[in-house]
């Protein structure tokens, strides 16, 4: 029997856009081959063979996407969170990220993230590692083997960086870049891949930005990188850069902004609506991070002009930026950081609804890994297609959650239920977790006190 093929019922909840949230209070989906083949209030017969996996009374919600995250961080996630990026970045992040050139201590630091990872809600991600390519490949084995879908990318920096986290010079970064991509498209790996990583424009010189472009029409490789995130970054860069109209052109010149390139620029705080502009028309993902910009005095994302001005837009944890690794937490924080904006700094940006950042950390984001992972995905093998719905055509990934422990004194209807678990969120509540249809954590049956597998109903 093929595990990826069965049917699970229960209190389902998806996005069918960025304003629609779609509620089955006893659905049925799907899954064919690690795939949605959508939801039904009944199953339909073709699949009437496929085993019946029965959450009755569970909320039963899309995987998370995770669109900017610095693994190495990790590791110092809620602290120092008094400091602005620059000083932080100095202070902490990186000696913290020099330390990753001792493997031993790589491996015990990732142990602990990609465990979390894994029992917590988000499926995907896209993770920056460090400059040192075996500790990026060690990160990248761990995620393959952890079963949740991953980008791994090896940090790129030449410039403006401690001598401890600074590579010698463009072309022996570039040359490190291409050991690494050797190494990982070597690897037999389904679930994760490379892509690009260059920090950001402070700290890549003019000749490395360069050297990546063509690495990246030569392999077809997807991109991570930050822009405009805070202030003083952005006077820095006008500074390095006086030729470019902006930060985004600095990338753009490059053709390291969207276009071909399925790109992701974390944050975009202080992008203008010029900028705003071409990263629309270039397709370019904005990874809002809204705690982080909290605690390193970024500003707020303009994310409702994001929206409207029709950019692709996912959420991202930051850590160690965020100190929270889960996306329901940066759901809540970009509701409340949009409510503080429109108070506070433009009254006719309307505050970010539940149905939009709960798109935002499902669909909005997921939907990136069809296109970056066709790009890395060749010569047959299947790469990682749309994730965070219940769609026809989206990967299943699926969390199940057991909220009969937050108590009510009266009924609450199944998109409250979800709601109220999202800003309550607890890993211990999360009861089972699917990737692309594989069942990669479960609570013991005496825990979840869930049935075990059946025929569906009407068979």
């Known amino acids: 029997m093929n595990t990826s093929n069965f049917v699970l019922r229960g209190s389902v909840c998806y996005s069918a856009g960025a304003e629609s949230l779609l509620v089955m209070d006893d659905g049925f989906l799907v899954c064919e081959d690690g795939v949605s083949k959508g939801c039904f209030p009944r199953p339909p017969a073709e699949y009437k063979n496929f085993p019946l996996v029965d959450y009755s009374g569970k909320l039963v919600v899309p995987g998370l996407t995770d669109l900017h995250m610095h693994a190495p961080q990790y590791s110092f996630r809620a602290l120092a969170m008094d400091m602005e990026l620059l000083e932080w970045l100095n202070t902490h992040t990186f000696p913290e990220e020099a330390k990753y050139e001792d493997l031993e201590y790589a491996e015990k630091a990732y142990s602990i993230l990609v465990k979390d990872l894994k029992e917590g809600p988000n499926t995907r991600a896209l993770l920056f590692a460090t400059i040192h ?34 590579e010698k010079s ?51 490789l997807p991109l991570h990188s930050h822009l405009s995130e805070n202030r003083k970054e952005c006077a820095w860069v006008r ?18 902004a969207g276009g071909s390139v399925p790109t992701v620029m974390a944050h975009c705080v202080w992008s203008d609506d010029g900028e705003i502009k071409m990263l629309a028309e270039r397709g370019v993902y904005a990874a809002h991070c809204p705690q982080s910009n909290t605690n390193l005095s970024s500003g707020i994302a303009p994310a409702r002009r994001f929206l409207d ?24 924080d970009a509701i409340q950081v949009s409510k503080l904006r429109q108070a506070l700094v433009s009254p006719d940006e309307k505050a970010l609804t539940f149905e939009e950042a709960f798109y935002l950390g499902t669909a909005g984001g997921g ?10 995905h060749k010569g047959g093998q299947k790469g990682p297609g749309p994730a965070g719905s219940f769609e026809s055509g989206f990967d299943f990934d699926a969390l ?60």
């Open 133 to 166: 390519v075996p500790a990026a490949m060690l990160l990248a084995g761990m995620m393959e083997e952890s079963g949740l879908v991953s980008f791994v990318g090896k940090v790129n920096m030449d410039r403006n960086s401690p001598a401890c986290l600074c």
């Open 170 to 220: 463009a072309g022996a970064s570039l040359a490190a870049t291409r050991e690494w991509l050797k190494l990982s498209l070597g690897k037999s790996w389904k679930n994760t891949a490379p892509i690009l990583t260059p920090r950001f424009i402070p700290s890549c010189s003019d000749e490395l930005m360069k050297g990546l472009s063509v690495i990246q029409k030569e392999f077809g």
């Open 239 to 256: 500074e390095l850069c006086p030729e470019t109209s902006g930060y985004g052109n600095a990338y753009e010149r490059y053709d390291l």
């Open 309 to 332: 001005a029709g950019m692709r837009v996912g959420l991202g944890s930051d850590v160690a930026g965020g100190a929270h690794v889960s996306i329901f937490r940066a759901m809540t």
């Open 367 to 376: 939907s990136f890994f069809a296109a970056a992972g066709a790009a890395v």
């Open 400 to 459: 199940v959650i057991d909220d009969s422990g937050l108590a009510s004194p009266s009924p609450l209807s199944v998109r409250d239920r979800l709601e109220r678990a999202v800003y309550l969120s607890d890993n211990r509540n999360i009861i089972a977790k699917y990737v692309r249809g594989n069942l990669i954590h479960s609570l013991p049956r005496e825990q979840t006190r869930t049935k075990p597998p059946q025929k569906a109903p009407g068979r």
